[in-house]
């Protein structure tokens, strides 16, 4: 299968009422796709990080009721998971595609990466490009934009990587689903590649964690 980009059939598949017809869906339309960009850049992240990196699909094996509202393709240096590590993402929500640096609730040493950030604070601030953005909560579509966050609004973010034991931090970029990048193959994958780079300096500071 060749990667023919995302399209509205992909975003509009988050719109499917019911569990196992949105799972269907997803397993129809998109995941080829994560497969494909897993293929794809999991080579790309081995050499980037140095260390062999696996790529995992997202499954939404435990859920029993509630239908996914967004669906992503994880990469980490374990074949075993990701939600433990450190690890990068690429995925959709109904609204646009994100590439993401992500340390979640599952990753045991948080407290340590807090204190790296702030450590490193003005330089990780400085290095992040203004069309970035931040979350703290990867369950949610809503981010903040890296050009209307303020140092101290960073400071305060690793701080709770320090104190809260479920907190989480993530990096990246938002596209929109009406975005023309997003049917173009190379233009989307040199975008994925050019974040992961910049996303780099975070993932080395949580990994010395």
Not at 56 to 79: I, L, Q, Y
Not at 126 to 140: G, L, Q, R, V
């Amino acid at each position: 299968m060749n990667f023919v980009g995302f399209s509205n059939l992909d975003f509009d598949v988050f719109q499917i009422d019911g569990l196992e017809p949105r799972m269907e869906g997803i397993k129809q339309y998109i995941r080829p796709k994560l497969e494909l960009i897993g293929q794809e850049m999991a080579p790309y992240l081995s050499v980037l990080t140095g260390q062999e990196m696996f790529y995992h699909v997202a499954k939404h094996a435990r859920r029993t009721k509630n239908p996914p509202n967004d669906t992503w393709v994880a990469f980490a240096p374990s074949k075993r998971g990701y939600k433990a590590f450190p690890h990068f993402q690429v995925g959709l929500w109904s609204t646009h595609l994100f590439i993401w640096f992500a340390l979640i609730y599952e990753a045991p040493y948080k407290k340590e990466f807090g204190e790296n950030l702030v450590n490193h604070l003005t330089e990780i601030f400085s290095s992040i490009p203004s069309e970035f953005a931040w979350s703290m909560d990867h369950t949610k579509p809503e981010v903040l934009p890296h050009k209307d966050l303020t140092k101290e609004e960073l400071f305060q973010m690793a701080e709770k990587l320090k104190k809260v034991k479920k907190a989480e931090l993530l990096c990246g970029i938002t596209i929109d689903r009406n975005d023309p990048i997003l049917i173009n193959k190379e233009q989307l994958f040199q975008k994925i590649e050019n974040t992961f780079e910049t996303l780099m300096p975070l993932y080395q500071l949580a990994t010395k964690a």
